[in-house]
């Protein structure tokens, strides 16, 4: 079953403008990872963020997390065509029921990044 | 590294026939992830093995899959019989250690289609 709810579903922007997609869990977590995949491609790995951390940077990509909320969010700064992709947030939950090891994925949003 | 390797990268066969999508994963990684792929469904984690040995299968649709792990550098996910709601990308990832606090990485998917 699926963890992670993604939002918008779908997100059309112009180069150089930012660019910000929601996550939202139900469960407590661990940590809460965001993929991106080009299509046609598997996903790829861009950031991980603990439970006990509130923000971390990886160059144009800058995630927060409010655990209180059960919510994070993925910014992508100075968008470039390039960035066109899905974008996937994917939890590690942290309740007895969960099994080590596996991630919950969301359904993703869409990115389009107009030149 | 070559990093996940996957194949084939597309597979077309008819409703009744056995399917078999073989994954490598990468050198020294302990996890190894089937996924699937649709756009009704979004993606959905089929099961994963650590050191060789299936923990979580529940996501296996039915008896018609089974998935093995022979050694740490191998895996076959097998479909008998195939019918036309297979039809999906399946993609296989791999974590080194403990994959609820590392990086999944994924191969670039095969393509099925069940006709």
């Known amino acids: 079953s699926q963890q992670g709810e993604e939002d918008p579903q779908a997100l059309s922007i112009q180069e150089g403008e930012n660019a910000t997609m929601n996550c939202s869990y139900k469960?407590?977590?661990?940590?809460l990872q965001w993929y991106r995949q080009n299509s046609g491609r598997g996903l790829v790995h861009l950031i991980l963020?603990?439970?006990?951390?509130r923000e971390k940077h990886s160059g144009r990509l800058r995630v927060t997390l409010d655990t209180s909320k059960k919510s994070s969010s993925l910014l992508i700064t100075a968008s470039r065509a390039a960035d066109t992709a899905s974008y996937f947030c994917?939890?590690?939950?942290?309740?007895?029921?969960?099994?080590?090891?596996?991630?919950?994925f969301g359904r993703g949003t869409q990115l389009t990044v107009w030149p | 590294d070559a990093g996940v390797i996957q194949s084939p990268r597309h597979e077309v066969t008819e409703m009744g026939q056995e399917v078999t999508l073989r994954c490598k994963p990468i050198?020294?990684?302990?996890?190894l992830f089937w996924y699937r792929q649709t756009m009704m469904r979004g993606l959905e984690l089929l099961i994963y093995?650590?050191?060789?040995?299936?923990?979580?299968d529940s996501g296996m649709p039915e008896d018609r899959f089974s998935a093995k792990m022979p050694n740490a550098s191998f895996s076959t996910l097998k479909i008998q019989p195939s019918e036309p709601r297979d039809s999906a990308v399946y993609f296989c990832?791999?974590?080194?250690?403990?994959?609820?606090?590392?990086?999944?990485?994924f191969g670039p998917g095969t393509r099925l289609t069940v006709t």
């Open positions: 990832a791999s974590s080194p250690g403990l994959a609820g606090d590392k990086e999944q990485y």
């Open positions: 469960t407590s977590i661990n940590n």
């Open positions: 963020i603990r439970s006990n951390e």
């Open positions: 994917a939890t590690v939950r942290a309740d007895r029921g969960s099994t080590l090891g596996r991630l919950y």
């Open positions: 050198s020294g990684h302990d996890y």
């Open positions: 093995f650590n050191n060789n040995v299936p923990i979580d």
